[in-house]
């Protein structure tokens, strides 16, 4: 699995092993990680970005300001993150 969004904020490959294992990753359960990405997290990407911009983000005036309304109203935040 390629990490091009780590070499962008520069975590190298301990920085990358150290993340994964946070969330349980290893090479027991890469496989089905990179399943759940490519066949859950992708093709939901908008919904899921989405229902955690909205149902948790939302709950703070400051980042309203940035991110917009769930109502359709996009802040910056939320534009930049749909054009990657």
Do not use: T, W
Not at 25 to 39: G, K, Q, T, W, Y
Not at 54 to 64: G, K, M, P, S, V
């Amino acid at each position: 699995m390629e990490y091009p969004f780590c070499e962008l904020f520069g975590y190298d490959q301990a920085a990358i092993e150290a993340r994964l294992r946070l969330l349980e990753i290893d090479n027991n359960n890469r496989s089905l990680a990179e399943v759940v990405h490519s066949e859950i997290i992708l093709p939901n990407i908008d919904s899921l970005v989405n229902h955690f911009y909205d149902e948790y983000l939302l709950r703070y005036d400051d980042f309203r300001k940035v991110i917009g309304s769930p109502e359709g109203g996009q802040g910056p935040l939320r534009r930049k993150e749909r054009r990657r």
